[in-house]
């Protein structure tokens, strides 16, 4: 984070009564959030925060698929983000509910609304607990989990250490965003009677594709013509999204970071790293 950044967040949350914050986390009701971006204040008010019947939110631990997933969804529901027409990136049509900037206002976006977001199940807004809005829930293996999220944060943000080791520590103590791994998949899994949620595997979408695209269209009520099926598929590969501004993220690191360190946010995207 730079130091104007920095110095922004602390002004944002110097008054706060948070319970654990440092440079580069911020301790929320149990849970750690990166400081970059975060928006406090929506976030301490999220239980009120007006849910319609047709949202859709992806919900991840960090490191896990997330930007995945939004470039799977926006060529789901978006044409012409399908045909490549216009150059609008995926986390503009898929923001996060808690990392956003203060001008954004959700309650004006056109349904069907999709989310991302990193949040525990217990501190979704009330209204997701009607059952209606979708939840697709994306997991991966802890151990990759890890080793992306040490790579993120040695490379391309601000971090607390360089050292793996180290960082490992962090992880298991669950002191980084989305804090325990484990807490954060057991919490969703064990409530998933709370929600209208489809569970989906990275692993699984690594095998298979098409068939992870298909199940999410039939949770979603999309029917896609197989062309089009194709076309979500192609553009999903990790070959395809590298190359794609749109969904690779690099414009913005730059934008949140302000800094061009060595490395990408896709990564190498495999398994059993
Ligand atoms: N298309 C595709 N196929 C396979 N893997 C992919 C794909 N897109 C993103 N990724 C990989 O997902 C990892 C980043 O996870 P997240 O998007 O959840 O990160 S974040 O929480 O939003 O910061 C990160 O994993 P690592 O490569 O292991 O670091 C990305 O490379």
């Keep these: 984070m730079s130091e104007v950044q920095s110095s922004f967040q602390q002004a944002l949350i110097g008054n706060r009564n948070m319970e654990d914050t440092?440079?580069?986390?911020?301790?929320l009701k149990g849970c750690y959030f990166a400081n970059t971006q975060l928006n406090l204040e929506f976030l301490e008010n999220l239980d009120d925060f007006e849910i319609r019947d047709d949202d859709v939110f992806i919900i991840t631990y960090p490191k896990s698929g997330t930007v995945w997933f939004q470039q799977i969804l926006c060529l789901i529901y978006f044409e012409e983000h399908r045909k490549g027409i216009g150059n609008l990136e995926t986390v503009e049509r898929i923001p996060f509910l808690e990392y956003f900037s203060r001008e954004v206002d959700f309650a004006e976006r056109p349904s069907p609304r999709l989310f991302t977001t990193h949040i525990p199940y217990y501190l979704v807004p009330r209204g997701l607990k009607n059952k209606k809005a979708k939840v697709i829930y994306i997991y991966r293996n802890p151990k990759d989990v890890m080793?992306?999220?040490f790579h993120f944060s040695k490379k391309l943000t601000a971090s607390a250490t360089d050292n793996f080791v180290e960082f490992m520590n962090l992880f298991l103590e669950g002191e980084v965003a989305g804090s325990l791994w484990f807490d954060h998949i057991k919490g969703w899994y064990e409530h998933k009677n709370l929600f209208n949620i489809h569970f989906l595997m990275y692993e699984e979408m690594k095998k298979d594709l098409r068939g992870s695209v298909l199940k999410i269209c039939k949770f979603l009520g999309k029917e896609l013509s197989e062309e089009d099926v194709d076309a979500v598929v192609r553009q999903a590969t990790f070959e395809?999204?590298?190359?794609?501004?749109?969904?690779?993220?690099?414009?913005?690191?730059?934008?949140?970071?302000?800094?061009?360190?060595?490395?990408?946010?896709?990564?190498?995207?495999?398994?059993e790293q």
Excluded: E, W
Aim: net charge positive.
């Design 22 to 27: 440092n440079k580069f986390l911020t301790k």
């Design 147 to 149: 080793c992306s999220y």
């Design 240 to 271: 395809n999204m590298k190359n794609d501004p749109r969904a690779n993220y690099d414009n913005k690191l730059k934008a949140y970071f302000g800094i061009q360190k060595k490395g990408h946010f896709l990564r190498k995207g495999d398994v």
